[in-house]
């Protein structure tokens, strides 16, 4: 296990962190109280530079606004330092993905409308530790984004992303399949080497996951970031998970964080992408 001294994701420093909200052991889960847990394989603490909080001051009443209210975490996904989901062994990438799911479970059960589940890795994706870690934000509301695009399929005759599953398989986007899985570029990639990971099965969101899907998204993630990283050297980016809690289609985007966002796509909304989509899933199939 490789540790730093000054880092607060590491073993041994837990007492710098605010107190977990969950601590995965062996043994079960776990919450800190007076002393903090050890011996973790996973650890859930609250963000210490919240986005929301659980009582957020007014907003302004001169526009309409919402309060920022709900939850912001931090999962620290391996004790070890020096890892990532790239490098990660297969049983650590299918933890994290159970450690996604409980606390998926834990804000859908207490009223959240949605629950953002994103990684940021390296700097110039906004990581600002060096350890592994995911974000959790808990939100009162369906995000812009999200109601968009469920008003969109709702109006049309089946599931664009069962469409999509079964259709990229056998195209030149594919990149490779995991079991219940498919591992795309998506056709209309944003940012150059996107990938898509989603399951052929019409689920909506990780709670509907059964055991033999679980082990295939972590394989399926981990796999996805091991050839990325292999083929641009660790790059940064950013993953975000999609879900809802019914009609829709779980999915997993992957963006490396290589070309920057500037005036024409905050003009536009339209992205600059150099690397044709069908390139990119050459180059990442061609990972050995
Ligand atoms: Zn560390
Ligand atoms: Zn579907």
Excluded at 134 to 154: C, D, F, G, K, N
């Amino acid at each position: 296990m490789r540790a730093s001294k000054e880092c607060p994701f590491c073993p041994g420093n837990e007492e710098m962190t605010p107190r977990a909200l969950a601590v995965y052991r062996e043994d079960g889960v776990f919450a800190d109280g007076e002393t903090r847990i050890r011996g973790w394989w996973a650890r859930c603490i609250p963000n210490m530079y919240p986005a929301v909080v659980q009582s957020p001051a007014a907003p302004t009443p001169e526009w309409v606004a919402v309060p920022a209210r709900g939850g912001h975490e931090v999962i620290i996904e391996s004790p070890d330092h020096e890892s990532s989901p790239a490098t990660f062994d297969y049983e650590t990438a299918i933890r994290m993905i159970s450690v996604y799911a409980d606390r998926y479970r834990y804000h859908v059960e207490h009223g959240s409308s949605y629950v953002s589940i994103f990684k940021n890795w390296g700097r110039e994706a906004g990581a600002s530790l060096s350890h592994t870690h995911t974000q959790l934000i808990a939100l009162p509301l369906v995000p812009p984004l999200v109601m968009r695009e469920i008003s969109s399929i709702s109006s049309m005759p089946a599931c664009p992303y069962c469409t999509i599953a079964e259709r990229e398989s056998s195209s030149e986007r594919l990149i490779f399949r995991e079991g219940e899985w498919v591992c795309i570029a998506p056709f209309y990639s944003q940012t150059p080497y996107e990938m898509w990971i989603l399951p052929f099965k019409h689920i909506s969101n990780l709670l509907e996951l059964n055991d033999s899907m679980l082990v295939g998204l972590g394989r399926a993630l981990k796999e996805a970031l091991r050839r990325l990283s292999a083929l641009l050297n660790d790059p940064p980016y950013n993953y975000m998970l999609f879900q809802m809690g019914s009609n829709y289609h779980l999915n997993i985007r992957i963006q490396p964080a290589i070309t920057r966002i500037a005036g024409f796509e905050k003009n536009t909304g339209i992205y600059i992408n150099p690397v044709p989509p069908e390139q990119a899933a050459s180059e990442l199939r061609s990972v050995s």
